[in-house]
């Protein structure tokens, strides 16, 4: 279920399109086009009585409507799956979800970059985490692999939010920069101010009794990395991520195409 700008967009011309379709393409080189007859795109959410999981991917400001429209639209046993940024969202969808719904947090590791034409190009390397929840989660799991993802199901997904959410104070830097995120990180003073930012909330954490979990680096060590020189920075960077030059974080991307940014939710 998605929007007329994603309809319009896929119909839209860009370089690599054959026709009518989305572009989908990575980090590593991979291309793919996908045609627009193999895509089941609808504006209608009454699609979504038919569908035994939803992914919500909208952003953070749009949850409550979001969560409105799975409660009315969806099936009474559908299982909801929030790959949203942010903490909020998964209790956020519970507050309206039916009771014999089943609502799980969810988390996106790697960055995606939307182009003109429905050119989807995946800049940094990453996988999926899904909440784990006995006899929920593991078809969903299992589902992903199938499709390609790397995906891992967590009893600690709160906390991974959290880990994320320290990483993604990038993101304001970001948009502020107006400039992609490898060239801006090849700035040391950019990086100084993310590092600030980090160490804040881990300040808040600290003192919450949060205690935030990240896959490839400890939350606690991405001050001091960021803090290192450029030569040793990206020695250090290039073991914890693959990425490209075009890597442009959301907050960046959402200012580009004049949406409401996630500041309120990721800051």
Same mark, same amino acid.
């Given at each position: 279920?998605?929007?007329?700008?994603?309809?319009?967009?896929?119909?839209?011309?860009?370089?690599?399109?054959?026709?009518?379709?989305?572009?989908?393409?990575?980090?590593?080189?991979?291309?793919?086009?996908?045609?627009?007859?193999?895509?089941?795109?609808?504006?209608?959410?009454?699609?979504?009585?038919?569908?035994?999981?939803?992914?919500?991917?909208?952003?953070?400001?749009?949850?409550?409507?979001?969560?409105?429209?799975?409660?009315?639209?969806?099936?009474?046993?559908?299982?909801?799956?929030?790959?949203?940024?942010?903490?909020?969202?998964?209790?956020?969808?519970?507050?309206?979800?039916?009771?014999?719904?089943?609502?799980?947090?969810?988390?996106?590791?790697? !960055?995606? $970059?939307?182009?003109?034409? *429905?050119?989807?190009?995946? @800049?940094? &390397?990453?996988? /999926?985490?899904?909440?784990? +929840?006995?006899?929920?989660?593991?078809?969903?799991?299992?589902?992903?692999?199938?499709?390609?993802?790397?995906?891992?199901?967590?009893?600690?997904?709160?906390?991974?939010?959290?880990?994320?959410?320290?990483?993604?104070?990038?993101?304001?830097?970001?948009?502020?920069?107006?400039?992609?995120?490898?060239?801006?990180?090849?700035?040391?003073?950019?990086?100084?101010?993310?590092?600030?930012?980090?160490?804040?909330?881990?300040?808040?954490?600290?003192?919450?009794?949060?205690?935030?979990?990240?896959?490839?680096?400890?939350?606690?060590?991405?001050?001091?990395?960021?803090?290192?020189? !450029?030569? $040793?920075?990206?020695?250090? *960077?290039?073991?914890?991520? @693959?990425? &490209?030059?075009? /890597?442009?974080?959301?907050? +960046?991307?959402?200012?580009?195409?004049?949406?409401?940014?996630?500041?309120?939710?990721?800051?």
């Amino acid at each position: 279920v998605g929007r007329q700008s994603l309809v319009d967009d896929i119909a839209a011309p860009c370089d690599g399109k054959s026709g009518n379709g989305m572009l989908l393409s990575s980090y590593q080189g991979e291309v793919q086009f996908m045609p627009a007859d193999r895509l089941n795109i609808t504006l209608s959410p009454d699609a979504l009585l038919a569908c035994d999981v939803i992914f919500v991917c909208t952003k953070s400001a749009q949850t409550e409507e979001a969560a409105e429209i799975i409660s009315r639209c969806a099936g009474p046993k559908a299982v909801i799956v929030s790959f949203q940024n942010g903490t909020a969202n998964p209790q956020v969808l519970r507050n309206s979800a039916k009771p014999t719904q089943q609502v799980l947090a969810g988390m996106v590791s790697f !960055n995606v $970059v939307w182009s003109k034409g *429905a050119a989807f190009h995946m @800049s940094i &390397d990453g996988e /999926l985490f899904v909440e784990d +929840l006995l006899g929920v989660s593991d078809p969903i799991v299992e589902a992903l692999h199938q499709a390609g993802f790397c995906v891992e199901a967590r009893s600690d997904m709160m906390e991974v939010l959290y880990g994320k959410l320290a990483v993604n104070m990038i993101n304001a830097i970001n948009a502020l920069s107006g400039i992609p995120a490898v060239p801006m990180l090849n700035e040391r003073n950019y990086r100084l101010a993310w590092a600030a930012c980090v160490d804040e909330a881990l300040e808040v954490y600290r003192k919450s009794g949060i205690k935030p979990v990240n896959s490839k680096a400890p939350v606690a060590a991405l001050p001091y990395i960021l803090r290192l020189p !450029n030569w $040793v920075f990206w020695s250090v *960077a290039k073991q914890l991520a @693959s990425m &490209d030059e075009s /890597l442009k974080l959301s907050m +960046l991307q959402d200012m580009e195409r004049g949406r409401p940014a996630e500041i309120d939710f990721i800051n």
